[in-house]
């Protein structure tokens, strides 16, 4: 049995991520240091997100609209064999990401003109050392580069409480958070036995610190023209197996766990305004199981479900509105010849609900939200 069924499983994860693990879009994979033989990797992902909520009566009730905006993603990997026992990797994505916008008008409307965008980039060299057929390790380097735009909006930002007040607190803010690159660092172990294609991985990835130049306004006016703001992208650790369970049947699963509670973003002027920071984000966790099957020589398939674990309590920021998720994907893959594949998958993601709480004062409620994505990878061994 061959790892290369792997592939019709994972092109729905990795290709078209939705709405993991907080900002988390790629999930930070590295299975392409694991397949056969020298291989290149390109993938391309869209999801299209449907996330509403409806104001408490406290406010008037009114429905947000969706206040997600679709997104694409893409990737490219390069797996090299030095040797028997050494291989390279090298690895491009997207590791995290967010659009969230609300509609209305910021005077009449309790969270419009609300907003957050953030981009990423991040380009990974990693290499793989085999003892023997059983035991290995892989580490190596990651470069990211992250940027950021948050526009907190709305009546709900008014000041204290909510209401249509006279307009202090944040209401009208801006912060435009440019782009800042960092090193971090990947390094795991893997065992294997490959009679049965059983294998076990575990990738820890580093945290990265970003100093973010920042240049923030309130309602049009210009209140800091330049600071730095300190961000550390989550340290995270990726447990992954899979393992052969009759003629042509894989199961595999993973799990992640990423560390945002050390993600914080305290611009220098919001923060001495309110006393607070931009961002409210907990430590959470990714589970997914699935199971692949060859049915010849040229085609494979699989299915997979998982779920994100929710937060401690239903109350979120406004710029990240749901709690929790599951989903479920189906994914299949071509064999065009020896050395070229498409694989192609849809993921099918329920979000869950949440209170939409600035400040801690619940403002609305989101419930019944999903996402849809896609996505396509071509393989080409050479």
């Known amino acids: 049995m061959k790892t290369h069924l792997m592939a019709a499983a994972a092109v729905t994860l990795s290709a078209a991520s939705a709405h993991a693990v907080s900002l988390d879009r790629s999930g930070q994979r590295i299975g392409i240091l694991f397949e056969t ?24 009730g009114a429905p947000t609209g969706n206040v997600a905006d679709s997104f694409a993603i893409a990737g490219f990997g390069l797996k090299y064999d030095l040797s028997d026992k050494l291989s390279l990797a090298f690895i491009l994505d997207e590791p995290y990401g967010s659009d969230i916008l609300y509609g209305g008008a910021p005077t009449s409307t309790v969270l419009g003109g609300t907003g957050a965008t953030v981009d990423s980039f991040a380009a990974t060299a990693i290499a793989r050392y085999k003892f023997n057929e059983n035991f290995s390790v892989h580490g190596g380097l990651r470069y990211q580069e992250v940027s950021a735009t948050v526009t907190t909006a709305g009546f709900a930002f008014n000041g204290p409480g909510v209401g249509p007040g006279p307009q202090v607190g944040t209401n009208g803010y801006v912060g435009r958070f440019g782009s800042d690159g ?8 893997s065992y294997e036995i ?7 991985s575990l990738t820890y990835n580093s945290e990265t610190e970003h100093d973010l130049p920042t240049v923030e306004t309130l309602r049009g006016t210009v209140i ?16 992954s197996f899979q393992s052969g369970v009759a003629k042509n049947t894989l199961v595999f699963g993973s799990i992640r766990y990423a560390r945002y509670s050390d993600t914080d973003v305290s611009p220098l002027q919001f923060t001495g305004i309110t006393g607070s920071s931009l961002t409210d984000l ?20 699989s299915v997979t479900v998982g779920f994100s674990t929710v937060g401690d309590d239903n109350i979120v920021s406004p710029l990240a509105p749901t709690n929790g998720s599951r989903f479920i994907s189906i994914g299949g893959r071509y064999n065009v010849n020896d050395s070229f594949a ?10 869950g609900s949440a209170f939409s709480a600035p400040g801690g004062n619940s403002v609305a409620f ?3 939200n999903s996402a849809i994505s896609a996505g396509v990878r071509f393989s080409y061994k050479f």
């Open 182 to 189: 960092a090193f971090g660092f990947v390094v795991g172990a």
């Open 37 to 60: 033989g020298n291989l290149a990797e390109l993938s391309f992902g869209f999801t299209n997100p449907t996330v509403s909520g409806t104001g408490i009566p406290a406010v008037g």
């Open 366 to 368: 989101f419930d019944s």
């Open 342 to 351: 498409v694989s192609g998958g849809i993921r099918y993601t329920a979000l």
């Open 194 to 200: 490959p009679d049965i294609a059983l294998r076990v």
């Open 282 to 301: 907990e430590d959470g966790f990714d589970y997914e199981i699935g199971v692949g099957r060859k049915f010849n020589d040229k085609w494979s398939g």
């Open 224 to 239: 800091n023209p330049g600071s730095v703001t300190e961000v550390t992208a989550p340290e995270s650790l990726n447990l």
